[in-house]
């Protein structure tokens, strides 16, 4: 303020403005109650002809359950009593304002077609249609969800989108009636903007929430009124932009409708600079998404596929968040993309940074660490992707788009058990393995609806379950096919053991027959194994342990996980036992310790020489065990290996 109040003195005639924005956000409402109220600084007079004002965002208290895919309240602090006088609302737009605001944008809006320099005008009839369907849009998620979850932001992302879509032309369809050109492109700037945050009709009966409002309404709403079959018209065009023609996909990985979205809305992001935020539970192909674009996105020399090619390559600056994560981090990240980007453009090179925020909802709240985000959101100098497990408070999803996937349908969980097992949706397999494919996603679904089990088995488990159970009972086929695959029941045991472990022997027995009556159900000649192993038909935690630690190299990288022991002993006994059962060789094990004293938690040197070791082990061969004084202290480390040793 010193340089304000020594400006304010040499004119005293003219009246200065100061606006602080989001201001209660702020930890110093004490200091900013004695300059709008008392018109002191630290008990010194202030210049009369300084006049204060100020933006907040409404004080909101909400409970956040698991089903929400969106909040409705901001991260801020209480203001003083003296202060809330001073409160002006400021409502949302009317309707016929906000269609007046929009149809002005519209009338001077123009489209810049990059490959051969056009500049386009929507015609009368297009921007018609363009104005209908951002209004329907948008009142629709004001009523069906709230007020604040939209905003004047999401309408300048459409015409940045339909820009895009209509340069990019990807599927060569310029041929085709003008009219459904811009409709196409209208739709899927709608759809990445309004209709991908909305959970799907599957979502609805999961959580068993019949009001809640879903995609399918907005698209019945916006075919009746805009653009005819706007569900079809996404679907079709998602399909056309990710199949394995026009990317690299892994093996054992199933293009479902999961992944085609988060794809999609990647690429768009990255391609556009527009920030984007992947929300859904674990095991939802989130970060997984990511990894296809990384991986494929190589530049016009280095990609695979032709589509690729004309991609901009990604140069990725990676930030994982936890509750330890500060602003610093935050913006060191955007710093450095930032830096980099402007090297890139100085030299003409199609390149694009983009900062990746992984585990995006755990940094903590309290201390105001995504407020960060806000700048570096709003200038869009760089790509931004956030990939979270809950929503982001209503200020920051305010700033990006947001992608909500939740539990997959049934189709589309077959289709990712097929690909896990290394088949094709398409390909003629028996109808007894057909059968048993589908009894496998049905009692996984039934597995996560039982009440007697705490909430820690997601997708995860059930695709490296499928993965272990493909690689294995393909080596137990018969068929001539090598892509053909035999499961037994002794092999459904066996992965069942290997991934959905961690719980009482009681429980487990419950979780096996949860699945093999699932199965029974349709395949009646699978029947849960009597007694194939003897006198003992489960394996003990110590046998499961030490055979899984000793995988061959391929069978690693097909299923191999990492393992963690749950050690309640104050003199790590569970570290010895693992010794002294020769499942860990001494002689081939590092062992580490992370305490959880602040002086160690936010030792970022010591944590970078502890993850410099970790990568030296695995490059080794060495394998690591570790034992943590918290669990967010493991999750930090593993989740920064970015050399994965599945023997750890």
Known sequence: MVPVCQLAIQ????????????????????????????????????PENIFFTAAINPSRKTELTDDDFYRVDYLVHELPQSLQNLVVQYGILESSTMRDYIQQKIAKFEISVQKDG??????????????????????????NLASNTVSQREIQRCFNLIEYFWSSNWDNTKHIDRTQ??????????????????????????????????????????????????????????????????????????????????????????????????????????????????????????SEKNFCKSLPAIDPFFCLGSKHTSSKDISYAFDRAIKREQQY????????CVVFLDEASLPNEKRMVLKVLHQYLDECKVAFVAIANSPFDAANANRMTCIYRSLPSKEDQEILAHGCLGLNKNDQTSEDLKNIITGL??????????????????????????????????????????????????????????????????????????FFDAIEEI????????????????????????????????????????????????????????????????????????????????????????????????????????DYGTISGMTDVLSLVSVCDNST
């Open 11 to 46: 004119v005293p005639n003219i009246e200065l403005v100061v606006f602080f924005d989001e201001v209660n956000t702020s930890s110093c409402l004490g200091l900013i109650k004695e300059m709008f109220i008392d018109k002191t600084l630290h008990g010194v007079n202030l």
């Open 118 to 143: 056009q500049v386009i005008s929507l015609t009368q009839s297009e921007q018609g249609i363009l104005t209908k369907a951002i209004l329907d849009a948008q009142e629709f998620c004001e009523t």
């Open 181 to 302: 050109y811009a409709l196409k492109c209208i739709a899927l700037s709608i759809a990445l903007i309004y209709y991908f945050r909305l959970p799907t009709g599957n979502d609805n009966e999961e959580s068993k929430d019949k009001k809640r409002s879903s995609r399918k309404d907005l698209a019945k709403k916006l075919s009746a009124a805009t653009i005819p079959n706007f569900a079809n018209i996404v679907e079709t065009e998602l399909k056309k932009f990710v199949n394995d023609e026009n990317f690299v996909i892994p093996k054992g990985v199933a293009i479902n409708q999961a992944i085609r979205e988060h794809v999609f809305a990647i690429v768009v992001s990255i391609a556009t600079r527009t920030p984007v935020c992947i929300i859904g539970a674990p095991g939802q192909s989130k970060t997984l998404s990511f990894q296809i674009v990384l991986q494929n996105l190589q530049g016009p020399q280095l």
């Open 345 to 352: 453009e100085e030299n003409r090179m199609a390149t694009r």
């Open 441 to 514: 996603c049905e009692g996984y679904r039934n597995l996560l609806s039982y009440n007697d089990f705490q909430k820690i088995f997601h997708d995860r488990d059930f695709i490296y379950m499928l993965r272990e159970l493909g690689f294995e009972s393909s080596l137990t086929s018969t068929e001539s096919d090598s892509n053909k695959i035999h499961i037994t029941p002794t092999n459904l045991l066996t992965v069942l053991e290997d991934n959905f472990n961690g719980i009482t022997f009681d429980q487990f027995k419950k979780l096996t027959k949860i």
């Open 523 to 626: 395949c009646l000649t699978f029947e849960q194994p009597t007694d194939d192993r003897g006198s003992n038909l489960y394996r003990d935690v110590t046998t499961i342990l030490s055979e899984s630690m000793q995988l061959t190299s391929v069978r690693r990288r097909s299923y191999g996980r990492y393992k963690l022991v749950i050690d309640e002993s104050e003199d790590e006994s569970a570290v010895r036992f693992l010794f002294q059962t020769k499942i860990l060789d001494p002689n081939r094990t590092t062992v580490f310790r992370l305490s959880d004293f602040p002086s160690d938690v936010n030792n970022e040197l010591k944590n970078v020489e502890i993850l410099s070791t970790i990568k030296l082990c695995m490059e080794t061969g060495n394998r690591n065990s570790a």
